[in-house]
């Protein structure tokens, strides 16, 4: 499977940049991990919007959904230019329910929900759930296709279940929003050691780092998580796209 970096901003998005944001790519199918602010116009340049087969959000903060209101619009204008396959499907929890019911707009999007249980077939990919501990009911995602696996932690404190559910994963997307001095301050949220640590304890073959703060030296993040792990660390690089 193909993943392409859309954007790696934690909380708001930096200048002319996106919140933190993941296109995946497998047998032509095409699904967006998150829709936070700034997605929708960077998503662009890697995929023409009506080329997007779905949309999966790990929780309801605006940083990760804020984009959802004009990928709708776009589907509108899509369907009524007969370019959209619609209704357009965005899978999600519906632990929060005004925010799951948002997701449906006027038959030309459509939540689905989805089960920290369950395992979800969507398109080419198997997808399973790990609750997080974040300050809402989050979902850290499994994607695996073709033998080959990509963990996101989406947004989370450090939580042991994840060290299983990543384990053995060819690539962890981890969120590493913290200075180390923050851990305990901070709720929700991991620093680049403890990102490190979870790639470490799960044997994952590669880390790359996302969710980052926009105020401070986000080198001593990055040189926190090589700290703990030695296998192949970095930032999710915006506009990077590997082939899993
Ligand atoms: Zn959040």
Sequence with gaps: MKITTIGIWGGYPNKNEATSSFLLEHEGFRCLVDCGSGVLAAVQNYTELRDLDAAIITHYHPDHIADIGVLQHA????????????????????RDEDGFRNLSYKGVTEGRAVEASQTLELGPFEVSFCETVHPVYCLALKFTA???????????????????????????????????????????????????????????????????????????????????????????????????
Excluded: C
């Excluded at 589907?75 to 519906?94: N, S």
């Excluded at 929700?188 to 790359?208: D, N, T, Y």
């Excluded at 993040?221 to 999710?236: E, H, N, P, V």
């Design 75 to 94: 589907a509108m204008v899509g369907m009524q230019l007969k370019e959209w396959k619609t209704p357009f499907p965005i899978y999600a929890h519906d």
């Design 146 to 244: 073709g033998g080959k696996s990509v963990v996101f932690t989406a947004d989370t404190a450090w939580k042991d279940e994840l060290i299983g559910f990543a384990e053995g994963a060819d690539l962890l997307v981890a969120e590493a929003n913290l200075y180390e001095k923050y851990v305990g301050i901070i709720q929700g949220h991991m620093s680049g050691r403890q990102a490190g640590e979870l790639a470490v304890r799960a044997g994952v073959k590669e880390l790359w780092l996302t969710h980052l703060p926009q105020y401070g030296d986000i080198l001593e993040i990055l040189d926190a998580a090589r700290g703990a792990f030695r296998g192949k660390a970095d930032f999710a690089k915006i506009g990077h796209s590997v082939e899993i």
